[in-house]
């Protein structure tokens, strides 16, 4: 069983930066990954990690703006996000996955409880 713990979000105005880390208890075997969600819409693919740290995907939307990055020594993955936008406000989830990167929120095995971060204009 592997426990998934979310930090770091918060208030930051457009420009701003932010940096999300994500605990992982238990085995570090797992790729992980950040997705986000806003009231009413799905949960959306935000970026996700290898579990050597090696390979990494982003969406669309955060490239060249997001670095997802671990720290396996540590259990910890972590999002920094620069040049941050309205639109980039959400509940931020982290999530654990035994197989692999995936981009699809159904093949995570594990979740954390989300961190919400706010973007003001």
């Known amino acids: 069983q592997v426990q998934v713990v979310e930090s770091g979000g918060g208030w930051v105005q457009a420009g701003g930066s932010l940096r999300l880390s994500c605990v992982a208890s238990g085995p570090t075997n797992y790729a992980m990954g950040w997705f986000r969600q806003t009231p009413g819409n799905e949960r959306e693919f935000v970026a996700t990690i290898s579990r050597g740290g090696l390979t990494t995907y982003y969406a669309d939307s955060v490239k060249a703006r997001f670095t997802i990055s671990r720290d396996n020594a540590k259990n910890t993955v972590y999002l920094q996000m620069n040049s941050l936008k309205p639109e980039d406000t959400a509940v931020y989830y982290c999530?654990?996955?035994?197989?692999?990167?995936?981009?699809?929120?159904?093949?995570?095995?594990?979740w954390g409880q989300g961190t919400q971060v706010t973007v003001s204009s």
């Open positions: 999530a654990a996955r035994q197989l692999g990167t995936s981009r699809s929120k159904e093949e995570y095995d594990y």
